[in-house]
């Protein structure tokens, strides 16, 4: 994240336990008497990042000796003793300034945390996202004024929120001032007073946008919160849980106390003593006294000398937000006590007390910790599991450390199988951890999978770079590829490729891990054939398109100019070059195409390809001086066109202005030598030319002062209306291919007889280099460009221009990630994970969604597939397919016959994909029930079936679907 400095402390030496809960650590520091633990990560801590300063301390931290802790913004305590704790929140709530504590632990498969900020943090932004924006529709004149929102337009705003309005036509005392929010409706709130006489009545246009207003809380002590908790309940199935692991923990601690141990693994003499401390932790406190529970308390003693590697997971990156949170002021704080736990995969029932050695005989490996909260039997399933991951980004490197820590796939009959199709690029680097800057332009999965057998060896890797789809279906991916695993997990960017997965996964009836971050929210989804619904059984409702007119001519955000850049760079360096490569590898020759043209034959593109040729420039100073007639035509032709159409006081039919908000009318811009966005865009569009035509340029021809001296022969065409019409419907789609009149062919058969005139085109003149846009390349000046244009189109319609870093963000759809969140939701998929091998039922999974912003983590249980109701007392789920075995023999009837026979309704319908094979009101159709069904289903390849979809009547007559109906040739 980027932090100053970094202090990792710890007094002791690394063991062979610790392998299974710490990353870092390697075989060889727990030989020879084992490494300081502190001391074995700091230079694999060091590695992530090179600016910040990264430091270890073994000296022993006591409650007489916290003086060492002054030179902290922050402190952070792990799996400390709570009289420690305590100590230290106490020294830190009274130092000057105060310090920010943080503790938190992991016993077993029980996790906490806890902060203290002091008695006044402030928090200056809530949830370090954009501010919320819109435009406003009408204000009426009251004691609070209703702001209303432009038709069909949410204004995404809450009461207690502040805003602040701009561009208020009539009403503009509102303008620049700040106003708090009550939520009247998804599209109304009043604010204050708008009643006085500085208040005109409202006429058109204006723009509100929310104004983040810093707040302080106030936070107790540890002590305090002890004895009465502030908790969060992140799971209502068992909403009493956070209390009475609050309970169990202080019962813990005692316990460590009064035994200098932790319980014994599943000894039922310690759990007994661990709740008769229980209730002596309660004694007095009526809210914690209804708070023991002795199942919960023995779940405790059983598993605390373990650790369950991914509840650490999901612990770390929340703590590790909760440190960013306090030292930056971003994101609402924890408030205070967070407390989780993954009960549901200890043994149900629990071992009898004469079976729970052989439950978690530990064998003193790295696998004890684990064995001790899932039992060995578990962790042998878990060593020959067959598990196959798409994607290898941040999640995929998140989750293969946890595959490492857990030792997925080490068994003979085990195999991690890994795909990803990227290479590794310098951006990832910041939340993708198992990468390194020497791993740029390296494959992800294999670089993955070697960081992966650095933590454990153990593990059976087979790192692919395919991508996942119908493309390499039946190459790499086929359906006997999806039953030789035992789970699919994603770890994906994008919903296309969730569903395309979801569906070879339903297919096959596998489980699947779906997960995904969006900056600090998260979310992850347990799929379990049978037992929940699949990822495409919801779906997300559509994203909003921007009309095309609005990208076109009427941009009213700086997403829309950004937009529009972005699409200028695609058409300008990308498409067409790339038409005109392909134009000219299928037409040969020039002489050729002349000969065509001149004999009526206008061959496809050939207008496109020719004016290319004729304006292509040969030298750097025609890229310069391109580039500055591109600048007139864009952002001063352009808007005189627009005014020239549609003058600012042009009426609707309705007699309403037509530049009112959103729209809003274009101001040309004068070129202007000695303006920076102005030469920007100059010698961005004009480097670019220059590289698609294959100029070769030095660092003086990119110099300012060589620009400007070439700026100075250019000629700028003076203005002359266009007649091309300006789209206003917001209905309208983009138009898809621009209808060539004869005299446009008549025009340009010209121009390619006159280059030609002056003799043969060398062969390098028909060639073009496209762009690919590349976000991460700052030498290619793609982002320079866009940047540019988009910021010079927003001044030309006064919509405030946005610094490069937003630009980028916005034109490469980066996904806003944070290694914190990441983290959390890897570790909670990966619990899931450890439930599928189980073979769980459906309450014990959970899926997850969750803000580290706000902060909050919402556990649910998944819900079951949908019922399709066929008859009355037939029904199926999307898991189901119906199978019929049948020969080349086999006629459509006693297929037919087969269906019904097998489950007991008769198919009313055939159909193969788009081919209706058997529908009997198609004339003809009824005579096919005596041919073979391979007529109409025809085999590819070495195909061993085909799904058909199968229509059936219901009792009322009407027409039902079943589930597909394997036909096996």
Not at 393 to 410: D, P, S, T
């Amino acid at each position: 994240a980027g932090v100053r400095s970094v202090t990792v402390h710890d007094t002791q030496q690394a063991c062979t336990a610790d392998l299974g809960t710490n990353f870092f650590l390697r075989q060889k520091d727990t030989e020879d008497g084992g490494a300081n633990r502190a001391t074995a990560c700091l230079p694999h801590l060091a590695e992530l990042n090179p600016y910040v300063l990264v430091s270890s301390s073994t000296t022993p931290l006591t409650a007489d000796n916290l003086q060492a802790l002054d030179e902290f913004q922050c402190v952070v305590l792990t799996d400390a003793p709570l009289s420690l704790a305590k100590a230290v929140d106490v020294y830190c709530r009274t130092h000057s300034p105060p310090i920010m504590f943080i503790s938190g632990a992991v016993r077993g498969v029980f996790g906490q945390v806890f902060c203290d900020f002091g008695d006044q943090f402030e928090v200056v932004d809530y949830n370090d996202e954009e501010p919320v924006e819109g435009f406003v529709g009408n204000i009426t004149k009251a004691e609070r004024g209703v702001v209303s929102c432009l038709e069909n337009h949410l204004h995404g705003l809450s009461s207690g929120m502040w805003v602040s309005f701009r561009e208020i036509n009539g009403m503009t005392a509102l303008n620049g001032t700040r106003q708090q929010v009550e939520e009247i409706s998804g599209n109304q709130f009043s604010i204050g007073d708008t009643r006085g006489a500085e208040f005109e009545e409202y006429q058109h246009g204006g723009v509100f946008q929310e104004v983040k207003m810093p707040f302080t809380q106030a936070f107790q002590s540890l002590e305090a919160q002890l004895a009465k908790p502030d908790c969060t309940t992140p799971d209502f199935s068992k909403p009493e849980a956070p209390l009475q692991i609050h309970v169990a923990m202080q019962a813990l601690d005692r316990f460590v106390s009064d035994n200098d141990r932790l319980p014994a693994a599943w000894s039922s003499t310690d759990s007994e003593k661990l709740i008769e401390l229980a209730r002596s932790v309660c004694a007095g406190n009526s809210e914690l006294e209804s708070s023991i529970d002795e199942d919960l308390l023995r779940d405790v003693a059983y598993t605390s000398v373990g650790c369950f590697a991914p509840l650490c997971a999901s612990i770390g990156g929340f703590m590790a937000q909760q440190v960013l949170t306090c030292v930056s002021g971003k994101f609402t704080p924890l408030k205070q006590m967070l407390y989780i736990d993954a009960r549901e995969v200890l043994p149900q029932p629990r071992p009898a007390a004469d079976q729970s050695s052989a439950f978690a005989s530990l064998c003193g490996d790295r696998y004890d910790q684990l064995r001790v909260c899932v039992g060995s039997d578990v962790v042998d399933k878990l060593s020959n599991v067959r598990l196959f991951m798409v994607g290898c980004g941040a999640i995929g490197c998140e989750m293969m450390k946890n595959y490492a820590l857990l030792g997925v796939g080490r068994a003979t009959d085990g195999l991690i199988t890994v795909t990803d199709n990227d290479l590794i690029e310098k951006s990832n680097l910041n939340r993708q951890f198992l990468f390194r800057p020497r791993h740029i332009q390296k494959a992800k999965s294999t670089m993955a999978a070697a960081a992966t057998l650095e933590i454990n060896p153990d593990l059976r890797i087979d790192a692919q770079q395919q991508k996942v789809g119908a493309e390499t279906e039946r190459t790499h991916y086929p359906d006997e590829f999806f039953q030789r695993q035992d789970l699919c997990v994603n770890a994906l960017d994008n919903v296309e490729a969730r569903r395309y997965m979801d569906s070879r996964c339903v297919t096959n009836t596998r489980a699947l891990l779906e997960s995904g971050t969006l900056g600090a929210k998260g979310h992850t989804q347990v799929i379990v054939p049978y037992l929940t619904e699949s990822f495409s059984s919801r779906e997300d409702p559509p994203a909003k398109e921007v009309p095309y007119c609005t990208l076109k001519s009427f941009p009213a955000t700086i997403e829309h100019t950004i937009q529009w850049a972005r699409d200028k760079f695609e058409n300008v360096f990308s498409q067409k070059p790339n038409m005109f490569v392909r134009f000219w590898e299928v037409n040969k020759s020039p002489e050729s195409v002349l000969q065509l043209l001149q004999g009526n034959s206008c061959p496809e593109h050939a207008v496109q390809a020719i004016g290319l040729l004729s304006g292509r420039p040969d030298s750097w100073e025609d890229c310069v001086h391109h580039a500055r007639k591109k600048f007139e035509k864009l952002f001063n032709h352009a808007a005189k066109d627009l005014l020239h159409a549609f003058p600012v006081d042009t009426l609707m039919k309705d007699g309403s202005l037509f530049w009112q908000s959103p729209k809003r009318p274009p101001t040309p811009l004068i070129f202007d030598m000695d303006n920076e966005e102005h030469m920007q865009f100059i010698t961005s569009y004009a480097y670019l030319k220059a590289q698609v035509c294959g100029i070769k340029l030095s660092d003086a021809d990119l110099e300012l002062d060589t620009v400007r001296s070439l700026l100075g022969t250019a000629t700028v065409p003076e203005y002359a209306p266009s007649n091309k019409k300006i789209e206003t419907d917001e209905k309208a789609a983009a138009p898809k291919e621009v209808e060539v009149d004869d005299d446009v062919v008549q025009k340009r058969t010209k121009v390619l007889a006159e280059i030609l005139s002056r003799g043969p085109l060398p062969k390098e003149t028909l060639c073009l280099f496209p762009e690919s846009f590349e976000k991460d390349d700052d030498s290619n000046r793609h982002i320079d460009f866009i940047t540019a244009a988009s910021n010079l189109r927003a001044q030309m319609y006064s919509i405030a221009g946005v610094d490069r870093l937003k630009t980028k963000r916005i034109a490469g759809r980066i996904v806003p990630a944070i290694a914190t969140t990441t983290a959390v939701v890897a570790g909670m998929v990966t619990v899931e994970l450890v439930k599928v091998v189980m073979k769980l039922a459906l309450e014990s999974y959970r899926n997850c969604f969750m803000n580290l912003a706000m902060p909050f983590i919402i556990y649910t249980e998944p819900s079951p597939p949908p019922k399709n109701i066929i008859m009355k007392d037939v029904f199926t789920t999307l898991w189901d397919v119906w199978k019929i075995r049948g020969s080349s023999k086999t006629t459509l009837q006693e297929f037919i016959d087969q269906v019904k026979a097998k489950f007991g309704i008769e198919p009313a319908t055939v159909v193969h994909g788009v081919k209706m094979i058997y529908v009997p009101v198609m004339p003809g159709h009824k005579k096919r029930l005596s041919q073979p069904v391979e007529k109409y289903v025809k085999r590819t390849g070495d195909e061993e079936y085909a799904d058909l979809t199968v229509g059936f009547t219901n009792e009322d007559g009407g027409d039902v679907h079943g589930p597909p109906v394997r036909y096996y040739f």
